[in-house]
């Protein structure tokens, strides 16, 4: 059973068209959700932690929230530069520390002059 | 800004052949992973590494898989005999410590087994 599930799979906006992504995850006693960019051919790059239910943290154009379900990433404004896979992923519960995440498999997200 | 390099960029073998792929974690680091990510699917984990022991590793991390640290900035995987089903990105990760969860990705090495 996924974990973590990532919706919608594309998206496609127009430079300045603001939007949501969607991360849902089911595992229990939740010790963070992170989100990750993943440039064509690159490896992730570390974007956000999410601890708790009604945090939210900031970068430049990108926000991302949490509650007890799902969490989001909001994109304001987005540029053509903002086009990449954006990835979620999370720990599994009852595994020692952060030996591991488990990754969604990710929105790709195009945005067009 | 320190950030996590691996070699090769890309690494092209003959199926049977051995590999060892190449990672340099960020200096100050204590945990180091690899990741896999074949074409078009999902980041998989495949082991993380602690104080030069395995402290995980997923059912992809078979007998043909192991990681060393041969020195002190170095961390590799090496598979013994590699399997068409082994191509793929393989990405190595590194996180800080205690009280930072955060892992850092290096920018991967492409694997294409013929």
């Known amino acids: 059973e996924d974990q973590v599930t990532q919706s919608p799979e594309a998206l496609r906006l127009q430079e300045g068209e603001s939007s949501s992504l969607n991360c849902s995850y089911t595992v229990s006693g939740l010790r963070g959700l992170f989100w990750y960019r993943q440039d064509p051919g690159k490896g992730p790059e570390f974007l956000f932690t999410l601890y708790s239910a009604g945090e939210e943290k900031e970068k430049e154009r990108l926000k991302a929230t949490l509650t007890k379900k799902e969490s989001f990433l909001h994109i304001t404004a987005p540029k053509p530069e903002d086009s990449a896979t954006y990835l979620c992923?999370?720990?599994?519960?009852?595994?020692?520390?952060?030996?591991?995440?488990?990754f969604g498999a990710g929105t790709r997200l195009a945005v067009h002059p | 800004e320190p950030e996590v390099t691996q070699t090769p960029s890309h690494q092209v073998t003959q199926m049977g052949q051995e590999v060892i792929l190449r990672c340099v974690p960020i200096?100050?680091?204590?945990?180091f992973y690899w990741y896999r990510q074949i074409l078009g699917q999902k980041v998989e984990f495949l082991v993380s590494f602690y104080n030069n022991e395995i402290s995980e590793k997923s059912e992809i991390f078979d007998d043909q898989f192991s990681v060393e640290r041969p020195d002190g900035s170095n961390f590799t995987l090496k598979i013994r005999s590699t399997k068409l089903e082994d191509s793929a990105m393989y990405f190595c990760a590194s996180r800080f410590g205690q009280g930072a969860s955060e892992q850092f990705f290096g920018p991967g090495t492409r694997l294409t087994v013929l």
């Open positions: 200096s100050n680091h204590l945990y």
């Open positions: 992923a999370v720990p599994p519960p009852f595994s020692g520390g952060y030996n591991k995440l488990i």
